[in-house]
């Protein structure tokens, strides 16, 4: 290989590099928009004793965050989740790629719609839910609601996709 070729293979490795780091440095972004919009819903949240507890939870307490795909939505969950933390996702392919990806510590807390009694008498700080426009394909939006409304605590609703 002549030094011309040599040169131009890590061209195209330092300009594969430079793509990755700029995607990277994208994810961080979304990830602390994401974060920013959270903060703010806990911050703002009003009306609680003049609304049922299903309306307080769709109009106050829910954000909703449909930037794109492969921008870093779910990687968002993955690395901000905690046991403490409720995760729906579409489907159980999409389940086992999740946890392949981000490890075992939220098996327990990883779920799709179609167990929604999994969280029946738990305790729980935020709900995520990837791909909510594929999550509710089959099931009540307002059902859903109901079922986090009856269990304890104030819950934050982040629903990351479309």
């Known amino acids: ?7 131009n293979e890590l061209n195209k490795i330092v300009d594969k590099s430079i793509a990755r780091r700029e995607k990277l ?10 974060d920013v919009l959270v903060d703010i819903n806990k911050k703002n949240r009003l ?6 507890s299903i309306e307080y939870l769709m109009s106050q307490c ?4 449909a930037a794109g795909r492969n921008i870093g939505k779910t990687s968002y969950i993955g690395t901000h989740a905690t046991i403490q933390d409720l ?3 579409p489907n159980f ?4 790629g999740f946890l392949e990806q981000y ?16 969280i029946r008498g738990r305790d729980f700080l935020n709900v995520y839910i ?7 394909q089959n099931y009540d939006k307002t059902l859903f609601y109901q079922k986090i409304s009856n269990s304890r605590g104030e819950h934050t609703i982040i629903m990351l996709g479309e």
Request: proline fraction near 2%.
């Open 1 to 7: 290989m002549n030094i011309a070729n040599e040169l």
């Open 25 to 34: 440095l994208n994810v961080l972004e979304l990830h602390k928009a994401i």
């Open 47 to 52: 009306c609680k004793d003049q609304l049922s």
């Open 62 to 65: 829910t954000i909703r965050c």
């Open 87 to 89: 995760i729906f996702v």
């Open 93 to 96: 392919y999409i389940k086992k």
């Open 103 to 118: 490890g075992d510590l939220l098996k327990n807390n990883i779920t799709t719609f179609n167990d929604l009694e999994f």
């Open 130 to 136: 990837d791909e909510p426009k594929l999550c509710f």
